[in-house]
């Protein structure tokens, strides 16, 4: 049986601490991107903590939104932070969305597709439940060049160890990660007037400790490869990583620019 996911999930709060923080602050670019500014149904592909949905529904003009998600932890946390009854959550795989073809009038898809081994599939899934004439979108951390608090790490792990060298690799060169693969699946997936592009927010950290937390944490791919290190070899990383963090100054607030690869198209 194939897997689905990639992405260690284990807990809602942190996620939230480890990325859910930044998604808020990427999604109504995306949306924008997008283009979604009325419909009656939008789905949202890997909904995670609900972010994007919640996002999505601060607009009046759209009917329901329905996030689906790999992780129950996930879901489970959305709907408890829910109170919009347009917005609702579900368990479910991108790679066999339990919905009939066209259910839905745009479909979206927020930082997730790099995690998904099959992410063709996901992303012909998508374009199955969605409507003639409906956006289908996504967005992806360019991690190799655009991802600069991720780099810190990584890039230190891999001068430190070979394991954290095969992990960085992993990580800078996951598909739909990479210039041009967006747009090259969409089109491929038989969608048409396909628009790629860039999104860049701040991503800011109140101090080292606010920075590394993610890391002693059980949600993403670096605090899975700090959770492999023994007690000395993560405390070796962690002082290394902090030389970067705090670079030359004392110890306070950074603020680190995160470039998302984004792409849309409509269903012929």
Same mark, same amino acid.
Do not use: H
């Given at each position: 049986m194939a897997i689905s996911s990639t992405f260690?999930?284990?807990?809602?709060?942190?996620y939230e601490v480890q990325m859910g923080r930044w998604s808020r602050r990427l999604a109504p670019l995306f949306i924008d991107f997008a283009?979604?500014?009325?419909?009656?149904?939008?789905?949202?592909?890997?909904?995670?903590t609900g972010?994007?949905?919640?996002?999505?529904?601060?607009?009046?003009?759209?009917?329901?939104?329905?996030?689906?998600?790999?992780?129950?932890?996930?879901?489970d946390h959305a709907k408890r932070r829910n109170r919009d009854a347009r917005v609702d959550f579900e368990v479910g795989d991108a790679c066999a969305l339990p919905f009939p073809d066209a259910s839905f009038d745009h479909t979206l898809s927020l930082l997730v597709l790099?995690?998904?081994?099959? %992410?063709?599939? !996901?992303?012909?899934?998508?374009?199955?439940?969605?409507?003639? &004439?409906? @956006?289908? *979108?996504?967005a992806t951390w360019d991690t190799r060049g655009g991802l600069v608090c991720v780099r810190l790490i990584f890039d230190?792990?891999?001068?430190?160890?070979e394991h954290g060298n095969e992990d960085r690799a992993r990580a800078y060169t996951k598909p739909m990660s990479r210039p041009g693969d967006l747009a090259r699946a969409w089109?491929?997936?038989?969608?048409?007037?396909?628009?790629?592009?860039?999104?860049?927010?701040?991503?800011?950290? %109140?101090?080292? !400790?606010?920075?590394?937390?993610?890391?002693?944490?059980?949600? &993403?791919? @670096?605090? *899975?490869?700090?959770?492999?290190?023994?007690?000395?070899?993560?405390?070796?990383?962690?002082?290394?990583?902090?030389?970067?963090y705090l670079d030359g100054?004392?110890?306070?607030?950074?603020?680190?620019?995160?470039?998302a690869w984004v792409v849309k198209g409509k269903v012929p």
């Open positions: 260690v999930a284990s807990d809602g709060d942190g283009g979604i500014a009325a419909a009656e149904r939008v789905l949202d592909v890997g909904c995670g972010n994007l949905s919640f996002s999505i529904a601060r607009n009046p003009a759209i009917g329901s939104v329905r996030g689906i998600d790999f992780s129950a932890a996930y879901v790099q995690f998904i081994p099959q %992410a063709d599939l !996901a992303v012909r899934e998508m374009r199955r439940v969605t409507r003639p &004439g409906g @956006i289908v *979108a996504a230190t792990a891999a001068m430190l160890d089109r491929e997936a038989g969608l048409v007037g396909v628009v790629d592009g860039m999104l860049t927010i701040r991503m800011d950290f %109140a101090s080292f !400790a606010d920075f590394w937390a993610p890391a002693e944490g059980k949600d &993403g791919p @670096i605090a *899975a490869y700090v959770g492999t290190l023994g007690m000395q070899a993560r405390e070796k990383l962690r002082d290394m990583v902090k030389l970067a100054e004392v110890d306070g607030p950074r603020s680190y620019a995160a470039t």
